[in-house]
Structures are given as structure tokens and as C-alpha cells.
């Protein structure tokens, strides 16, 4: 007997060495598969929550634009929200008011106002009826209770989101 391999083996062997390499390679890309789609399901989970996280941990407090002008008829203040960024929830927000002088008058959790209802001279109408502060919201203060000078503060448990003083 010859160590010499017949044709028919030699095939044989290139076969099984490429079926192995098949296998192989074929193991290798459902793996590569397999991560590439993890890899964009993580993506798209952060791309998904980055909002809710941008602005309350890591940039503090979210900004809010207030404009106050005086009613018609001389007797109130109205304090309207122009503008919020993101999505401000108002168990997040105090309403802070301070004489001309720097005194607290007023420091209450926004979500412990009901729409419409006066509160401490304060009336907040919520005109989306929701669980957010938005822009359109507004406040109307009466002007005998705090003077021209005052500053109306909403205080986001971050830090400071938005001030105006009445004038």
C-alpha cells in the first residue's frame, strides 16, 4: 500500500476544508448580524430617551420665557409663559414671588394650583389642562397685593428657569 491518496480523496478533503470554511464564515456573519443590530437598538433607546435626560440632569434647569403685561382695566398683572424647552412637568416647578425689597411673599409647588382657582392672590390658568407647564399658560396677579417692583419667579428643582419683574 502506497501513501499516495486517490483523486476521489483528495476531493473529498477540499471538500470538507471548504465546507469548514463555510461553516465558519457563515458563524462568523450571523454573529457580525447580530451585533450590528444590537448595536442600533442601544442607539435608537438613548436617541429615545436623550430628551427626558438632557435637561434634567445634566444641563440643570430648563429654560422658560415670561412676558407680563397689565390687564385693561388697571387691576391685575398677567404673566404669560411664551415659551418652555422641553417637557416640564409642574410638580417640578415652584412659583417664587419677592417684593421689590427681596421679601418671599409666596414660594408654592405649581402642581398644588388647580386651573382657574385664585390662590394666594395668584390665579393660574393651565389652558392645555395638563400635567405640563406650556407655552400659553399664564398667571394673572393682582396689582394691589404686589406693586409694580415685584419679581415672579418659576423655579425648576434644577435651578432657576424663568423670572420677570412687574413693571
Known sequence: ??????????????SEGTLK????????????????SIFIGLFTYVMAIYPYISYNVSHGAPPIGLYVNIS???TEWKVLVVSV?????????????????GTQLVYKLLSTYISGVPQ???????????DTID?????????????????????????????????
Open 1 to 14: 500500500m502506497s501513501d499516495e491518496k486517490t483523486p476521489a480523496e483528495l476531493d473529498m478533503r477540499k
Open 21 to 36: 470554511k463555510k461553516k465558519i464564515f457563515a458563524i462568523c456573519m450571523t454573529t457580525l448580524v447580530l451585533l450590528i
Open 72 to 74: 385693561e382695566d388697571g
Open 85 to 101: 424647552q422641553g417637557i416640564v412637568k409642574e410638580y417640578n416647578i415652584h412659583i417664587s414671588i419677592r417684593a421689590s425689597n
Open 120 to 130: 394666594d392672590n395668584v390665579t393660574y390658568f393651565d389652558i392645555t389642562d395638563n
Open 135 to 167: 407655552a400659553g399658560d399664564y398667571f394673572i396677579l393682582d396689582r394691589d397685593v404686589y406693586p409694580a417692583g415685584t419679581k415672579f419667579e418659576l423655579i425648576h428643582v434644577n435651578g432657576l428657569s424663568g423670572y420677570v419683574t412687574l413693571e
